[in-house]
């Protein structure tokens, strides 16, 4: 099945560091990315949706500038959690489909902790 | 936008007991409805999906059955087994016109006590 590799799978840093965490389609090429985050107990928020070529699709109230997101291949999009702040501490979590309009399903990486000290 | 609500946020059954997840949807126009399932930490695992041309799917134990005129969708597991503890999503997709986002359901916490 479609793999999807998500890195690092932990990060403790201080408040004020910058942060990117990488989302690779392993044996398929990916058009469209999607970035989630998820807080304790809590659901999966949509966060953004990256399209390979193009600028990201953000969902309203999450802040471009400070969650910088690139998809510049067919198998590569990175989220940056810039000057990153304890409240920035989350899961983040990114899936990959094969295409806008196709009618496979979404397939997730394995999530990043990150933990703002 | 599309809204899911999904019910209950926790469910406990006993082993072999049969387990029913209920989500509900906004958007008439959604046409893909995947459940996932998560364990602590982990990544959401797809578990079963139904698309709006068909009311109903099974795989094992598991069968999602879709009332599109209520706009809702629920989840069946039968036979439970402790393995199927775990947070199980609902959620709901525009595959064509939003580049297939999903919007997630708050989730179900599924305790199978053996």
């Known amino acids: 099945g479609a793999v999807v590799s998500q890195h690092p799978s932990r990060v403790i840093c201080k408040s004020g560091t910058s942060v990117k965490i990488e989302c690779r389609s392993l044996d398929f090429q990916a058009t469209t990315m999607f970035w989630y985050r998820q807080f304790p107990k809590q659901s999966l928020m949509l966060m953004a949706t990256s399209n390979e070529g193009s600028k990201a699709t953000y969902e309203q109230g999450v802040e471009k500038d400070k969650f910088l997101i690139n998809h510049a291949s067919l198998t590569l999009s990175t989220l940056t959690v810039t000057s990153a702040h304890p409240e920035d501490s989350s899961f983040y979590i990114c899936?990959?489909?094969?295409?806008?309009?196709?009618?496979?399903?979404?397939?997730f990486g394995d999530g990043t902790r990150l933990s703002i000290l | 936008g599309e809204n899911v609500e999904q019910h209950p946020s926790t469910l406990s059954v006993q082993e072999g007991d049969s387990a029913v997840i209920k989500c509900t949807y906004s958007d008439s126009a959604s046409n893909y409805f995947p459940w996932y399932k998560q364990e602590l930490g982990k990544r959401p695992q797809l578990i079963i999906d139904?698309?709006?041309?068909?009311g109903e799917k099974k795989d094992q134990r598991i069968a999602v059955t879709l009332n599109k005129t209520a706009k809702h969708f629920s989840l069946h597991i039968t036979e439970t087994q402790p393995e199927d503890s775990a947070v199980y999503f609902c959620?709901?997709?525009?595959?064509?016109?939003?580049?297939?986002?999903?919007?997630f359901g708050q989730g179900t916490e599924l305790s199978v006590k053996p």
């Open positions: 899936s990959a489909i094969l295409g806008v309009g196709s009618n496979q399903p979404q397939h």
């Open positions: 139904i698309r709006s041309n068909v």
């Open positions: 959620a709901a997709s525009l595959i064509y016109n939003q580049g297939g986002k999903l919007i």
